[in-house]
């Protein structure tokens, strides 16, 4: 058996919503093991873009607000959309300066990820950004933010005990932490 060959067939796909970020398709299918039925896919229409930010000391900054989605307040690394048509570290920079105020001379990739594979086919790209400079954040109208600066272990722990929950965030804190750039 060929993993790399799609055992799903499409019958027929019908859109169901659309908006600026976000379509929802739903297609009639036979599914690998030969019965019919339904799959729905978010498609987004934007990068996720995450920044996780590392001072000389291994200070980190997060972000803390309100999400609609999940209805609760959340902390998190500085993050947002990105055109699909523009670099990603292009995005990265301007998501970072307009959150936090911040800009870095110095910046790594250091994951890519699906979010949620299951039902969408959106698409994440971590940073690590260090050599930083601080200026005036400039947040969107739809974002009310809070920030905080903590060593980069206070954060790791807030990970490890739960307390942030967003993915980008985890998946930055635990990459960072497995490369061991931050002992």
């Known amino acids: 058996m060929n993993e790399m060959i799609n055992p799903w067939k499409t019958l027929s796909e019908k859109s169901i919503y659309d908006n600026p970020w976000i379509s929802l398709t739903e297609y009639q299918v036979i599914n690998p093991g030969g019965g019919k039925g339904i799959y729905g896919k978010v498609h987004?229409?934007?990068?996720?873009?995450?920044?996780?930010?590392?001072d000389e000391q291994n200070n980190t900054w997060l972000?803390?607000?309100?999400r609609y989605a999940p209805d609760h307040f959340t902390w998190e690394i500085p993050e947002g959309g990105g055109s699909l048509h523009v670099d990603p570290l292009i995005s990265a920079k301007r998501e970072l300066l307009e959150e936090t105020g911040i800009?870095?001379?110095n910046w790594t990739e250091i994951q890519r990820m699906h979010l949620s594979n299951s039902v969408s086919d959106e698409l994440a790209i971590i940073y690590?950004?260090?050599?930083?400079?601080?200026?005036e954040a400039n947040p969107e109208e739809s974002e009310q933010l809070t920030l905080r600066k903590l060593p980069f272990?206070?954060?790791?722990?807030?990970?490890?005990?739960g307390e942030i929950t967003d993915s980008l965030s985890?998946?930055?804190?635990?990459k960072v932490k497995v490369l061991n750039i931050v002992p």
Do not use: P
Request: proline share 0%.
């Open 44 to 54: 987004f229409k934007n990068l996720a873009i995450g920044i996780i930010v590392l």
């Open 63 to 66: 972000v803390g607000q309100y």
């Open 103 to 105: 800009t870095a001379a």
């Open 128 to 135: 690590l950004a260090r050599d930083l400079s601080f200026g």
């Open 153 to 161: 272990t206070e954060a790791f722990n807030l990970v490890i005990n």
């Open 170 to 174: 985890v998946a930055a804190f635990l």
